[in-house]
């Protein structure tokens, strides 16, 4: 029989690479997004349009049954505080709520490694999160909770808390595709001093972990656990966007900085080794290989 899994957030980046991923290994997909703007829609798919702050709204989901529930959604804003904890908090906690009763074999709660703040990197689970901004607060505050409730309902839940992971359709706002932008144009482009390091993960090594997660029999003794998910390297931003530009052709790195948010770590990179032993993954995409397959679709 087919799994049955729900993605939430199933038109965004991840979400959409996901959708097409799990088509070709035969899973019954439901996709539920905000936005009905869709701008590759996979048939076979149901999509459903509704706001998961609002607990009304999930009489829809009523009629369907699922084996696995996927969290990709929410806004990524870290100034609106009215928006960000509705959509990083109380959507997540309206979510788990109602699945709670629900016989999941898996609910997957996206996360984020800005939970850890300030703190040093390499991350790892183990340490006290003590962020400073509201997404990352709001963020930290929902991995608490579906923590709790898998406790307290017995029912499995984990946590993954992304690092940056880029590829091909990723929007042009983050760093890796505002270069490429720049580079395929030949603009000059902004960045950071040297010293600035990020981690970085090719989209298909996060579906190939997402796979390793789903097909998984027993989550009894790892659930509520919490796992970073990166390529478990810093690299640094100032030597990422030359490799951009050499690979690219064109562009050229503006002598003007950009300076580091003041909540904003200087280096942010993961310990992986959980992830890595609990479901015998590593990622296998070489950076430099991502990127020109990345830099070749934005072409």
């Not at 997909?29 to 590759?40: C, E, G, M, P, Q």
């Not at 609910?107 to 003590?130: I, M, R, T």
Request: hydrophobic share 35%; charged share 30%; with cysteine.
């Amino acid at each position: 029989m087919n799994k049955k899994i729900l993605i939430i957030g199933g038109t965004g980046f991840i979400g959409s690479h996901l959708v097409n991923f799990l088509k070709k290994k035969n899973f019954d997909i439901t996709s539920v997004s905000r936005n009905k703007f869709i701008k590759n829609k996979n048939l076979n798919v149901k999509y459903i349009f509704f706001d998961f702050s609002k607990k009304k709204n999930f009489k829809i989901l009523d009629r369907y049954k699922f084996d696995i529930v996927i969290n990709l959604g929410g806004n990524v804003d870290h100034f609106n505080k009215k928006k960000t904890i509705a959509s990083q908090y109380t959507a997540v906690k309206n979510l788990i709520d109602y699945f709670s009763n629900k016989r999941l074999k898996i609910f997957l709660q996206v996360g984020s490694c800005a939970e850890y703040g300030l703190s040093d990197s390499p991350h790892k689970e183990s340490y006290l999160c003590k962020p400073k901004m509201i997404y990352a607060k709001t963020k930290l505050r929902a991995t608490k909770y579906i923590q709790k409730i898998c406790k307290e309902k017995k029912i499995n839940g984990i946590i993954l808390r992304l690092y940056q992971v880029y590829g091909p359709t990723q929007s042009n706002n983050r760093f890796i595709p505002i270069i490429i932008q720049k580079c395929l144009n030949d603009d000059l482009y902004l960045c950071h001093d040297k010293g600035v390091l990020r981690d970085f993960l090719y989209i298909d090594d996060l579906l190939n972990l997402l796979l390793k997660i789903f097909n998984k029999k027993d989550f009894t003794q790892i659930s509520g656990q919490i796992f970073n998910v990166g390529y478990g390297k810093g690299f640094d931003l100032n030597l990422v966007a030359k490799k951009i530009e050499k690979i690219s052709q064109g562009g050229s790195q503006s002598p003007k900085k950009i300076d580091l948010r003041p909540d904003e770590p200087k280096k942010i990179y993961p310990s992986i080794s959980r992830v890595r032993k609990i479901f015998n993954w590593r990622p296998k995409t070489k950076f430099e290989i991502g990127l020109k397959k990345t830099i070749n679709s934005y072409r």
